[in-house]
């Protein structure tokens, strides 16, 4: 199964709210990559080619496949920056 059909699949059973949210997210999160992820997720929803969204997104291939993944697996909690157990920033 095409991951676009399945992330499409996983977008219909979350709540409006839960939509709403992600649409938010995507529109204008303050951290560039979480906001990143969440673009990617509503184009998939809304039909967009693999392909196009990485060059919309300016992203590789891969990364949209990982977020797609990331999606169906943890659903908004795929959008959160999982850097923040690497400890404080040596700069």
Same mark, same amino acid.
């Given at each position: 199964?095409?991951?676009?059909?399945?992330?499409?699949?996983?977008?219909?059973?979350?709540?409006?709210?839960?939509?709403? /949210?992600?649409?938010?997210?995507?529109? @204008?999160?303050? +951290?560039?990559? /979480?906001?990143?992820?969440?673009?990617?997720?509503?184009? %998939?929803?809304?039909?967009?080619?693999?392909? +196009?969204?990485?060059?919309?997104?300016?992203?590789?291939? @891969?990364?949209?496949?990982?977020?797609?993944?990331?999606? %169906?697996?943890?659903?908004?909690?795929?959008?959160? +920056?999982?850097?923040? +157990?690497?400890?404080?920033?040596?700069?």
């Amino acid at each position: 199964m095409k991951v676009a059909r399945m992330v499409q699949g996983k977008w219909m059973r979350l709540r409006e709210r839960r939509r709403k /949210t992600i649409r938010s997210v995507a529109r @204008g999160h303050e +951290d560039a990559d /979480t906001r990143r992820r969440a673009q990617i997720v509503v184009a %998939l929803v809304q039909g967009k080619r693999v392909l +196009d969204i990485a060059e919309i997104v300016q992203c590789s291939v @891969g990364l949209v496949y990982k977020a797609a993944h990331r999606f %169906l697996e943890q659903e908004e909690a795929a959008f959160a +920056d999982r850097r923040e +157990d690497n400890g404080e920033s040596p700069v």
